[in-house]
């Protein structure tokens, strides 16, 4: 049995090698025939007239009041997009599928971590949707009043986010895989007046409390007033009086319609934080109608969805941008049934995302490349275990995904009969943004492929001029409906982030990425302090600030190292207080330190003891020669360094602990 396991991985092993020759890779003719869209004529319509394709693409949404005007750019970078119309979003997501008799489809098939199965239907989320929204209300949350919702894959977490918007309250979404003084920081940032939270949380077989946790912090987050606790184990926990509330309790008694609210289109939806340069997160700001029409044809499109016949799985985590676009708001918009999974994709074996594919028909399959990565190296045999022949598109986002993935996810999930949409987009940009529509156009793995329709990408040199063919800064040249409105409260730093380095018309990626002869963009990574770990977004910045609250560290200087499996791994550098010696239970501790302040998907993969740091005259860390020296590099160009001693005795401890065989 394993020596056949053993040559059915070698002949896939020369297969894949033998593919990578291949450049680029047609679709199929049948999923041509069958595709929304098969040919370049949205691509063309969009450069005509961009003024009118975006119109016609916000006409697609219910509104209370169409819209005359398209953009406003007035005021620069300060965009506004159809801002005479009023709409609400949850009647986009809901009632107009209840209206048009779909009201018993499937919107959710969810399965949880040991087996479970809900169904949860359009009618379902919109019954639970306006008994949520009566809740708020009675506790006193009104359009624009901050909600936080800091919950598990599970099906509350849609009825939360659309319960707000049924009222205009911007709902703030923190990941669960963020730790409760992550929570605290982005309530306390965003005023939030109310928390929709769990009792506990399950992890492959294990639990972790979540409201005694939350608890803690609570008390230093005065502007709450209201946590309601989706009873999800069942554990008991702590209720303070007056301010907590159980969901499943809090609808039963309210009251079961609630009208929504008519907003205007520039009313926020949400307030999602991402990770920046500083230790500070950004409070991306998206507004209602804008984002609405960018992820709604997204979906359709670059997804090729046809809600009678296909089931959706996107297996990002909502508590991402990923998650609120395509697993809440664009799947919904467009009456389409997804999948929404609790758990891990290893848990309880390694072949549960194929055995849900299975089980509940998926045909179009969208993940990270890191995850695909992980597949690979689990085997073959896991997806070989189930009937995958309902599939018939894939797709990836979050990082570049390198060929050899690439080729795997087509030939061994998608069985050579699946196109791969890489799509590149950001949580600023609120949607996808570069990538192939796939029945139209060939795609090239590793590639993103072309701007969407009306989207204008360019590859920029410093001064903002157009590099041809070579590498460049990354830049958007024309403002787009989805896009972020600002920073939450910080109007200055979204000008400073965005918009000072080419003006106030061309929005600043940054992102590194070059242009191929066939006009198809290579995203090649991160030009700023911000490191992409397995497609989350994390700040060099924000970990190293946890890593000096540890009282015997003395600084630190956190860069991104590349890595085999998450595309990044964090690696620390630190100098400890005084004459301290670094320990293994020193790094635990400090590994501990970050889990407490950010989650444990921000602990530093590897911490490398430095008697100091390589800096500047001016003082400022010199991350490029860190990175050198982590990834064992020549050291670059070291004439700036106030002392170059340092960095060269860092390169020779460092090199010195690889022969040695460092272990994590
Ligand atoms: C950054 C945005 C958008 C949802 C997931 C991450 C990188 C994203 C791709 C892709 C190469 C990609 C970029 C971008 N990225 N998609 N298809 N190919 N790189 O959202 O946390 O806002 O991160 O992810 O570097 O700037 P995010």
């Not at 680029?24 to 025939?33: C, G, L």
């Amino acid at each position: 049995m394993e020596a056949a396991t053993g040559k059915a991985q070698e002949r896939l092993e020369a297969e894949l090698g033998e593919l990578l020759e291949r450049e680029s890779f047609e679709p199929p003719e049948d999923f041509v025939a069958a595709a929304l869209v098969g040919d370049q004529s949205l691509h063309e319509e969009a450069a005509r007239d961009p003024s009118a394709w975006w119109a016609k693409l916000a006409s697609e949404l219910d509104w209370f009041s169409e819209p005359t005007e398209v953009l406003d750019d007035s005021n620069p970078p300060f965009f506004k997009w159809f801002a005479d119309g009023t709409l609400n979003a949850s009647v986009n997501c809901l009632d107009r599928h209840i209206a048009a008799g779909n009201g018993d489809r499937v919107a959710f098939h969810w399965h949880g971590e040991e087996g479970e199965e809900r169904e949860i239907t359009y009618a379902d989320l919109f019954r639970d949707t306006q008994r949520l929204a009566n809740v708020l209300k009675e506790r006193g949350v009104g359009a624009g009043d901050v909600v936080g919702i800091y919950l598990p894959m599970i099906p509350e977490v849609a009825v939360a986010m659309l319960a707000c918007a049924r009222i205009g309250a911007p709902h703030n979404v923190v990941f669960g895989g963020f730790s409760p003084e992550a929570v605290k920081d982005r309530m306390e940032f965003s005023e939030a007046k109310a928390l929709i939270t769990t009792d506990e949380a399950r992890r492959k077989g294990k639990t972790a409390q979540i409201k005694p946790a939350v608890d803690d912090f609570l008390g230093e987050v005065p502007s709450i007033e209201t946590v309601i606790v989706v009873r999800n184990t069942g554990a008991e926990v702590p209720m303070t009086d007056g301010r907590d509330l159980f969901y499943d309790l809090a609808i039963e008694a309210a009251e079961a319609e609630c009208e929504p609210a008519e907003l205007e289109a520039e009313h926020p939806l949400y307030i999602l934080y991402t990770s920046g340069s500083t230790a500070k997160p950004k409070g991306i700001l998206h507004t209602t109608g804008g984002y609405l029409t960018g992820v709604a044809w997204t979906t359709r499109l670059v997804f090729d969805l046809k809600p009678d016949s296909d089931v959706f799985w996107c297996s990002a985590d909502v508590g991402w941008v990923t998650g609120h676009s395509y697993i809440v708001y664009g799947p919904l918009m467009n009456g389409v049934t997804s999948v929404m999974y609790e758990g891990a994709p290893d848990y309880p074996d390694k072949d549960v995302w194929w055995e849900l594919c299975e089980r509940y028909g998926v045909t179009v399959f969208y993940t990270a490349p890191t995850a695909i990565r992980a597949c690979m190296k689990w085997g073959a045999e896991y997806p070989a275990r189930h009937d995958l022949s309902a599939l018939r598109l894939l797709g990836t986002v979050g990082e570049p995904i390198n060929p050899k993935a690439w080729l795997w996810y087509w030939k061994v999930i998608g069985r050579e009969r699946c196109p791969i949409v890489d799509t590149w987009w950001q949580t600023e940009t609120g949607h996808i943004m570069i990538t192939t529509l796939p029945g139209a156009q060939a795609t090239k793995p590793g590639s993103a492929g072309t701007p969407l329709p009306g989207i204008d990408a360019a590859v920029l040199d410093q001064h903002g001029n157009e590099v041809e063919g070579g590498q460049g800064l990354l830049a958007l040249r024309k403002p787009w409906p989805g896009m972020l409105r600002t920073l939450y409260k910080e109007d200055d730093r979204y000008v400073e982030t965005y918009f000072k380095k080419f003006g106030p018309g061309t929005y600043f990626v940054g992102d590194a990425a070059r242009r191929d002869s066939d006009r198809y963009f290579w995203i090649i990574g991160r030009v700023d302090d911000v490191i992409n770990v397995s497609g989350h977004r994390l700040s060099t910045a924000e970990v190293e600030s946890a890593i000096v609250s540890h009282a015997k560290v003395a600084e630190s200087a956190v860069i991104g190292q590349a890595d085999e499996d998450t595309g990044q791994s964090i690696c620390a550098f630190v100098t400890l207080e005084g004459d301290l010696e670094g320990t293994d239970e020193l790094v635990a501790e400090i590994r501990e330190r970050v889990a407490l302040r950010i989650g444990k998907l921000a602990r530093p993969k590897r911490v490398v003891w430095a008697d100091d740091l390589p800096k500047t005259r001016s003082g400022k860390i010199m991350r490029r020669l860190l990175r050198d020296i982590a990834e064992g590099r020549e050291l670059g160009d070291v004439t700036t360094l106030r002392d170059p001693q340092v960095v060269e005795e860092l390169d020779e401890v460092v090199k010195r602990r690889a022969s040695e065989g460092e272990e994590e």
